[in-house]
């Protein structure tokens, strides 16, 4: 049993920061890459940014130079600072990791609730 909650989300004026967590609990015997995606209503989900499991990064280009994803493995959480934030960031984001169940020794992608972000003045 795996489970990933997000918190941090919320309202915020153009030009500025949210920090996002993700963290992942349970039987886990590793995670993996961890991920956020965002979907803004009427439209697809979409990746947002990635770490792997030793730390190399990748972003959209909407928002590379913007927000910035880092994890903590002995915490078994992934962060997403976001700077700079645009009324077109605003969406659900959501996070997303690969883990090795303790038990079953399966690795599986699972995905938290979500939590809204809204860019506003």
């Known amino acids: 049993q795996v489970q990933l909650v997000e918190s941090g989300g919320g309202l915020v004026q153009p030009g500025g920061s949210l920090r996002l967590s993700c963290a992942a609990s349970g039987t886990i015997f590793q995670t993996y890459a961890m991920a956020w995606y965002r979907q803004a209503p009427g439209k697809q989900r979409e990746l947002v940014a990635r770490?792997?499991?030793?730390?190399?990064?990748d972003y959209a280009g909407s928002v590379k130079g913007r927000f910035t994803i880092s994890r903590d493995n002995a915490k078994n959480t992934v962060y997403l600072q976001m700077n700079l934030l645009k009324p077109e960031d605003t969406a659900v984001y959501y996070c997303?990791?690969?883990?090795?169940?303790?038990?079953?020794?399966?690795?599986?992608?699972?995905w938290g609730q979500g939590t809204q972000v809204t860019v506003s003045s």
């Open positions: 770490i792997t499991h030793y730390d190399g990064t």
């Open positions: 997303n990791s690969g883990v090795r169940e303790r038990t079953t020794r399966k690795t599986d992608n699972y």
